[in-house]
Nanobody, 122 residues
Framework: QAQLVESGGGSVQVGGALNLTCTGS????????LGWYRQAPGQQREFVAA????????DYAASVKGRFIISRDDAKKSLYLRMSSLRSEDAAVYFC???????????????WGQGTRVSVSS
């Protein structure tokens, strides 16, 4: 059974940093594009960042580019998101996702994690 489990969420002040981790199991993680989405209260889930399988090409939403870094370690079946210079508008539940291809990740991911909450206070 495929599973994605996020960790690392928590509370941080504006301008601070936080690292998220997602670990996959039950599927061949290294063959999948991986990514992060987020959903703030009352808002739709939105794309944050993605990293392809193989060449590990990264892609970011304009709102986080230059502040967030996505990476993966296929040996550990893990995905990471390094978030820095956090803003109040970054507060949300962050979800890990996996797609058999990058296009699938961006449209209808095959697998989702349960989410981890990030709070940003001023």
């Amino acid at each position: 059974q495929a599973q994605l489990v996020e960790s690392g969420g928590g509370s941080v002040q504006v301008g601070g940093a936080l690292n998220l981790t997602c670990t996959g199991s039950g599927f061949t993680v290294e063959n999948y594009a991986l990514g992060w989405y987020r959903q703030a209260p009352g808002q739709q889930r939105e794309f944050v960042a993605a990293i392809s399988a193989g060449l590990e090409i990264a892609d970011y939403a304009a709102s986080v580019k230059g502040r967030f870094i996505i990476s993966r370690d296929d040996a550990k079946k893990s995905l990471y998101l390094r978030m820095s210079s956090l803003r109040s508008e970054d507060a949300a539940v962050y979800f890990c996702a996996a797609g058999a291809k990058s296009r699938i990740l961006r449209t209808a991911p095959n697998y989702w994690g349960q989410g981890t909450r990030v709070s940003v206070s001023s």
